[in-house]
Nanobody
């Protein structure tokens, strides 16, 4: 079972970018999914998360700019980032609670770099 993130890159301030994370492998159920980020010299922080029931929550600094969504049939979680700022620059990691084999476990993706710069 793996999580693989896609879509990072360089974007100008005020621009938009979408990152995706796909779950691969034999998974029977998907619980909460989320995106974290870690900037150089800073701790990893939760950016946005979504429950299997569709609820979501966001880091205060991204509210109104970022949107998390999921497609359970495609086992994918997305993070749409609009009106990005230089302080959004970080490595973005996806995270998910997955029921694989015989138990629930928490999994991390490998991270994708997002750089906001002109």
């Amino acid at each position: 079972v793996q999580l693989q993130a896609f879509g990072g890159g360089l974007v100008q301030p005020g621009g938009s970018l979408r990152v995706s994370c796909v779950v691969s492998g034999s998974v029977f159920r998907i619980g909460a999914m989320g995106w974290y980020r870690q900037a150089p010299g800073k701790q990893r922080e939760l950016v946005a998360s979504t429950t299997s029931e569709g609820g979501s929550r966001y880091l205060d600094s991204v509210k109104g700019r970022f949107t998390i969504s999921r497609d359970n049939s495609e086992k994918t979680v997305y993070l749409q980032m609009n009106r990005v700022k230089p302080e959004d620059t970080a490595v973005y990691y996806c995270n998910a609670d997955l029921f694989a084999r015989t138990r629930w476990a928490n999994y991390w993706g490998q991270g994708t770099q997002v750089t906001v710069s002109s």
